[in-house]
């Protein structure tokens, strides 16, 4: 990326912890990183959150993920423990905006 572009963009500064799944999650997460916001893909390690569909374990599915998500950093989380509960709580303390799509 450009650093130049990046300080022209309108939501450069912005943390957004992203929780979304499906389309509509990971499209808005990734409309965010397109307008300079840091967005951070928080996803189960027990099952990492796909596009949707019967597709979603096809190398087009895979893909799909990667388009959805294109932009953004991210890491796993057991949320069934303790120990990722409060990861995802400290993520979220430090960031402006949680997103999801539940």
Do not use: C
């Not at 992203?18 to 965010?32: K, N, V």
């Not at 027990?46 to 294109?70: C, E």
């Amino acid at each position: 990326m450009n650093p130049e572009l990046d300080k022209q963009a309108p939501l450069t500064g912005i943390r957004v912890i992203d929780f979304g799944h499906y389309i509509a999650g990971p499209l808005t997460g990734m409309l965010l990183a397109d307008q300079g916001a840091e967005v951070i893909k928080i996803e189960s390690s027990l099952a990492l959150a796909v596009v949707g569909g019967a597709a979603a374990a096809t190398p087009y599915g895979i893909g799909q993920r990667h388009n959805w998500n294109a932009g953004k950093l991210s890491f796993t989380l057991n949320m069934r423990t303790p120990q990722g509960v409060h990861t995802a709580k400290q993520v979220g303390g430090i960031s402006d905006v949680v997103a999801e799509n539940f």
